[in-house]
């Protein structure tokens, strides 16, 4: 079943010395270690506006705009 989250965060959070997702964007991910570890792709995406929810397809995308 398809849910939408909404994520309020627009940066990353420090974890020891490594930075994990907020944003929900990151493509940073591997088998070895599953966690949502930050690519960056934030920084594409800090000018939205906060009043609106954007959704996005698996190339980042702007799909809608409610």
Not at 18 to 36: A, T, V, Y
Not at 44 to 59: L, Q
Request: include cysteine; hydrophobic fraction near 30%; glycine fraction near 4%.
């Amino acid at each position: 079943m398809a849910r939408k989250v909404i994520l309020k965060s627009k940066t990353p959070l420090k974890v020891g010395e490594k930075w994990i997702c907020r944003c929900g964007l990151s493509k940073k991910w591997n088998e070895e270690d599953p966690q949502p570890f930050c690519d960056g792709s934030h920084k594409k995406f800090s000018d939205e506006d906060e009043s609106k929810v954007f959704t996005y397809n698996e190339n980042l995308e702007v799909i809608s705009v409610e």
